[in-house]
């Protein structure tokens, strides 16, 4: 037993004890906001997030200090804030304007934050934001905890927006993306999966809160369902693209850069399309390598598997398959009139493609 957490419960600790025990391991909080107050040249996007992190700083409060520290840690640790940014971008490129923008910006990050607490306990990642992850400062159990309690901080200011709408979109996401990392977690170690059930997991995991998200912005709107599923359209392929190209960075990303390890995926065993590419073109005894990595999680068969993947073009073939989804993306914009907003949504999505962090 060398969790450090687990050793002060089996020393019989008491509630009292182990709390305090977590607060004398909490960092000095020393983090600079996300999104510095923005200055008159600002970009208006800028503007409208540093709204957002007011809202999140509002909302984060909880009657237990451990939940405060916790939630503050992860959440002020920065994070490219994409999925609000997309709420916003949505609204305001289809004439919407209210204080309910800022709030349902703020939702999607809490959810968002919730299922990396959650993921980091499952994928037993020690980096996250270039700091150690909650479950690596503060235990598995607190991290799990905290994530429940984003979650349901999040329904709570879904119930205070007061529309069915958003409850019925947020409602079904968050169930969603729970049936895609069950369903990932069924998929560990095989390295027969399909590309088929692969990008199944991806739309679930990940891309539908990226389509939740844009979706809110034409529901706040009261776009037409047409327009509206235009909007759905490009989070659920640019959240496609988002996923492939943190798949693809797993194998060829910088760990400074990204703010997480590189190298996790391979470690557990998770079969993503750069190795299913590469066993499906590398010669027999290089697909029976990888085959062998996955089946044990062998993180230090990397080096041979890096030659693989380069080899066989797989690190290419995922970073083309993300930007056909990216274009797709970028094409589902045509549905929407031209604007500043609009612009910076095409940007994002020729962006997530060639992303480094
Ligand atoms: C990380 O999402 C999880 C994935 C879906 C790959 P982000 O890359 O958006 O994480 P932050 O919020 O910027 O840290
Ligand atoms: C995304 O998958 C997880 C969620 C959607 C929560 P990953 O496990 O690849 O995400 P990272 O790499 O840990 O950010
Ligand atoms: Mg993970
Ligand atoms: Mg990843």
Redesign the pocket.
Known sequence: MCDPHEQVWAAGASQRTYNRFLLSALPVLDIAPAHSPAGPAADPIDTALARVDDVIRQRLSSRVALIDQIAQYIITAGGKRIRPRLVLLFAEALGFEGPETYELAAIVEFIHTA??LH??VV?E?ALRRGRATANAMFGNAASVLVGDFLYSRAFQMMVSVNRMRVLDVLADATNV?AEG?VLQLLNMRDPDLSVADYLQVIRF??AKLFEASARLGAVLAGASPAVEEACADYGRSLGTAF?LV??LL?YEGKSVELG?NVG??LREGKPTLPLLLAMEKGLPEERDLIRHAIEHGELHKMPEIMTIVNRTGALSGTRAAAQEQADRASQALTALPPSRARDALLELSVRSVNRSS
């Open positions: 299922t990396l993921d980091d994928d990642s993306i990392e995991k990940t996923q943190d798949d797993d997480k996790d995926d």
